[in-house]
């Protein structure tokens, strides 16, 4: 007996062009059509802030990067008894950190929530991983839709099995014909026909393809190949069509251009069967094996298509036992084998095809939907944990903190059009003390972290695009190192900057790499880091080894094949671990005889290499020093309090207790929040905390050191008073600082950022 009257479905959304929002479409159609008395809608989420023109089954819009959005939707769902939550899970749809926004739903949800995942990774980030560990638990059963995917659910998440349902992806109901019945409605009737279809971007492999038709029109002059789909949304608006314009460009290299088809668009569902209708092989060359779920092999495979396909997870799994052909990553050659194989064997392209589609049969969208319907009414019932006393009211050592609001008027006041002014007198600029590579780096810096927790707007782009500007400027592509000062008048101050300024700018430089949403600024960061990266290996400053590892491990994570990259990072790590080892004492764990500036840096540079490198030397010298650092910095009743510039700490002296300065907090923040990343040990995450919130007023004097209606940072803490002056280095300090705790923020939801429209700047708008 049916009796679910309200089954919301959440996720992307048609007319949004996405292999989810298709998915979500069908299911519930399918549903709605198979299940009349039960009333089917959606909660979509939009990547845009104008959003979609949806059909009247979106009930209610998500914006992606506001979590008070996801909050609302909640209360949406519950205040109208909505008996079940279908929610498509990928990483990529939700706003926060690994998509964390999610969980600010999912907390405060009345029902249960039956959680379909496109994605499982075999290696997630710490991220990754934090949020799939409480979205599993969160979720009253979890749909996965293969093998593998549920393997992954067992021995990588150590998800229960009876908590998860493999249910296969959903395919249109299609009949076995012979695919000259369609090939005239496009124009190829007498050729035979080769598709690709999907939003087209470059881990598609196409271009393989395109290598391997010459020598298969040689035999089969009549073959035509069909790459039907339009380019992604998401490439198009970091890098235009440049990938199918090089695709077609190719196409004419070749002088294959009369055998290829591009439809250059996004097919509704009626005319895509007719395409696949028309196919005689269906190939999907992509270049990535993790890949767990694929739509368009679902659809060609389940209407009785001979496949041809990459050994990624999904199609690995799907074309076994004669189901279809296997054929290397990248590998033109044997595409073309495999290729002429299958089409001078029709017999066997057509037993291959009988038994594709008889398989097929249990995937069409009305058993689909039955299934799925299986899996509501076992959810029925079943209270997840997270419901208790919803709303009831919290002491205050029970609510989440709360992180003021990211403001950046301040940061635009100390801009010009050559970059970041170096000091302020108040809150005004000093023109006369010009700018330096430092502050720009970490002004660039800012700039990529805000884009990681979803504030972007066409200012802060221009903003970062001066700073690397700057950057490049900076560069003395003759001595292969960065200047650092630049007066007013845009005269050098030296040849060569500090080894400090050096290190900090490949900082800079390998986090745009790794972290960066924006090609050009890739492209631009990776050259410039190869240029400048060798050099520091000259370095003797501590300090600029650590800033340099720590660009280092963000440029790997996107190359992590460059064995000199690599090289160098063994190199400046093993300095690192025999400093320490060589200085170190029982009641001195540190790397020097004084403790100075940027000191948690060496510790977090430590911690991220070791875990990158797994040499746990370098992993717990990281870890034990930065302990040690907290506990030197520590006040007598527990609050932050960093080494004082006025003196600084040498082994055997007393220790300066001011100046404070505070880069000296940021570091600290930073730092503890990799520990806790690398750990999941909660001692390093209010650590992290009880640092930052020196810059709130828990510190010696009870004086909060930023402004909340600018987001300038003031410049320090004297014995008896704050410095009033607002420069570059103490307002990055703070940024940064907060910054990186709304991410941590977004990852784990720790925190309530008020991010609300009337606290929030006009950055915080997407």
């Known amino acids: ?406 403001r950046l008027e301040h940061l635009v006041k100390m801009t010009d059009s050559t970059g970041m002014l170096q000091h302020a007198t108040f809150s005004i600029p000093r023109f006369e003390d010009g700018y330096c590579t430092d502050d720009n780096a970490r002004a660039l810096l800012l700039t990529v972290l805000l884009q990681e927790i979803g504030i972007e707007t066409a200012q802060l782009q221009s903003l970062a695009k001066t700073y690397a500007a700057f950057l490049t400027h900076a560069f003395n592509s003759e001595l292969k190192r960065f200047r650092n000062f630049l007066a007013f008048d845009r005269h050098w101050l030296e040849k060569a900057g500090s080894e400090d300024s050096h290190g900090r700018a490949l900082w800079t430089l390998g986090t745009c790499v790794g972290r960066s949403h924006h090609r050009d600024l890739q492209m631009w960061a990776t050259q410039l880091f190869d240029s400048a990266l060798p050099t520091v290996t000259t370095f003797t400053s501590p300090r600029a080894w650590a800033f340099a590892l720590l660009g280092i491990h963000e440029y790997l994570t996107r190359f992590s094949g460059d064995r000199t990259v690599s090289q160098i990072r063994d190199t400046l790590t093993q300095r690192l671990v025999e400093l320490y080892e060589n200085t170190a004492e029982e009641n001195w764990q540190w790397f020097e005889d004084i403790v100075t500036y940027d000191n948690a840096k060496l510790s977090h540079a430590l911690i991220l290499s070791g875990r990158g490198m797994s040499n746990d030397k370098a992993f717990d010298i990281g870890l034990q020093s930065l302990k040690w650092l907290l506990s030197i910095q520590s006040a007598e009743d527990g609050h932050f309090r960093p080494i004082g510039s006025n003196g600084w700490y040498r082994r055997g002296g007393e220790r300066a207790q001011f100046d404070q300065q505070p880069t000296l907090t940021h570091a600290t923040v930073s730092a503890c929040l990799q520990a806790f990343r690398a750990t999941e040990d909660y001692f390093w995450l209010e650590k992290a905390r009880i640092a930052f919130e020196w810059f709130l007023g828990r510190n010696d004097l009870g004086l909060a050191l930023y402004d909340p209606n600018t987001g300038a940072g003031y410049d320090g803490l004297h014995v008896d008073r704050l410095n009033q002056n607002q420069g570059a280095e103490s307002t990055l300090a703070w940024l940064l600082s907060l910054t990186e705790m709304h991410a941590m923020e977004q990852s784990l939801n720790v925190f309530n950022p008020p991010l609300a429209p009337e606290a929030s700047s006009p950055f915080l708008k997407k």
């Open 1 to 406: 007996m049916n009796n679910l009257r309200k089954i919301a479905f959440v996720a992307d959304y048609v007319p949004r062009q996405c292999g989810i929002a298709t998915f979500t479409y069908d299911l519930c159609h399918a549903v709605a059509e198979q299940y009349h008395e039960s009333k089917s809608f959606v909660v979509a989420v939009n990547d845009t802030e104008e959003g979609y023109d949806y059909p009247e089954e979106v009930r209610f819009e998500i914006a992606e990067q506001d979590l008070n959005s996801y909050h609302r939707a909640a209360d949406y769902l519950n205040f109208n008894n909505t008996d079940i939550v279908s929610l498509q899970h990928e990483f990529g749809i939700f706003g926060g950190m690994a998509g964390s926004h999610v969980l600010g739903l999912l907390r405060n949800l009345h029902m249960p929530v039956v959680t379909t995942l496109h994605t499982i990774l075999e290696e997630p980030t710490a991220d990754q991983r934090r949020v799939m560990k409480e979205l599993t638990s969160l979720s009253t059963r979890l749909v996965c839709m293969t093998e593998r995917g549920k393997l992954f659910l067992k021995e990588i998440y150590k998800v229960p099995e009876e908590k998860i349902d493999l249910i296969p992806h959903g395919i249109p109901d299609m009949p076995f014909i012979d695919p000259n019945f369609y090939k005239d409605q496009f124009g190829v009737e007498g050729r035979l026909v080769i598709l690709t279809f999907g939003l087209l971007s470059p881990n598609k492999g196409i271009e393989y393809v395109l290598k391997a038709l010459p020598q298969v029109i040689a035999e089969f002059p009549n073959v035509v190949y069909i790459v039907l789909g339009a380019t992604h949304p998401n490439v198009v608006r970091q890098q235009g069509e440049s990938y199918r314009l090089a695709l077609e460009r190719l196409a004419r290299d070749l002088g294959i251009k009369s055998h290829v088809i591009f439809y250059n668009r996004f097919v509704e569902l009626e005319e895509l069967k007719e395409f696949i209708g028309a196919a005689d092989i269906y190939i999907t060359p992509y270049l990535n094996r993790a890949q767990i779920t694929s739509g368009t092999l679902s659809y060609s495979f389940g209407c009785g298509k001979a496949v041809i396909s990459t050994p990624y997870w999904h199609a690995e799994e799907l074309l076994a036992d004669g189901r279809g052909v296997l054929v290397p990553f990248a590998d033109s050659k044997a595409i073309a084998q495999e290729l002429m194989a299958l089409l001078r064997e029709e017999p066997r392209r057509h037993a291959m095809r009988k038994k594709a589609y008889m398989l097929g049969r249990e995937m069409i969208w009305s058993n689909v939907a039955h299934l799925y319907m299986e899996v509501f009414q076992k959810s029925r019932g079943k209270q997840p944990a997270r419901l208790a006393r919803p709303y009831a009211v919290k002491t205050l050592d029970a609510q989440k903190r709360q992180l003021p609001a990211i």
